[in-house]
Nanobody, 132 residues
Framework: EVQLVESGGGLVQTGGSLRLSCAASGATFDDYVIGWFRQAPGKEREGVSCVHSRDGIPYYLDSAKGRFTISTDNTKDTVYLYLQMNNLKPEDTAVYYC???????????????????????WGQGTPVTVSS
C-alpha cells in the first residue's frame, strides 16, 4: 500500500511563496501518475496539479497556472513530489494532499479531475493559510 507524507505548509501573507513536499513510498513506481490536491473548508477536494511519469506534461488547475510549479524526483523506492507555490492568494488556503497511482495509464488531467472521487489512501495533508 502506498504511503504518502506531505510537508511544507504554513502561514504566509498574500503574495508569498511556499514549497510543498510529498514522499510517496510502498509501491513500485513504474509508469505512475502523481499529483497535488487541496480541500478548503466547506468545499470538495480538487486537483491542483498532476503529472504522469511517462510524458512529464503537467496538468494545472486554471487558478494555479503561472503561479504553481509541480516537480518530481525519484529514488529506487520513493517518489518525491514538490509544489512550488508563488504569488499565493487567500483563495489558496486549504489543506494540501498528494496522491499517486502506480502502474497506470491515467493521464495527469484525468487523475487530477477524478482521483478525489475514488482515491482512498490520502496522507495527513499539510495546511496552507494565506492571510490577506
Amino acid at each position: 500500500e502506498v504511503q504518502l507524507v506531505e510537508s511544507g505548509g504554513g502561514l504566509v501573507q498574500t503574495g508569498g511563496s511556499l514549497r510543498l513536499s510529498c514522499a510517496a513510498s510502498g509501491a513500485t513506481f513504474d509508469d505512475y501518475v502523481i499529483g497535488w490536491f487541496r480541500q478548503a473548508p466547506g468545499k470538495e477536494r480538487e486537483g491542483v496539479s498532476c503529472v504522469h511519469s511517462r510524458d512529464g506534461i503537467p496538468y494545472y488547475l486554471d487558478s494555479a497556472k503561472g503561479r504553481f510549479t509541480i516537480s518530481t524526483d525519484n529514488t529506487k523506492d520513493t517518489v518525491y513530489l514538490y509544489l512550488q507555490m508563488n504569488n499565493l492568494k487567500p483563495e489558496d488556503t486549504a489543506v494540501y494532499y498528494c496522491a499517486t497511482e502506480p502502474r497506470t495509464s491515467y493521464s495527469s488531467n484525468y487523475f487530477c479531475h477524478r482521483a478525489p472521487l475514488w482515491f482512498n489512501s490520502w496522507g495527513q495533508g499539510t495546511p496552507v493559510t494565506v492571510s490577506s
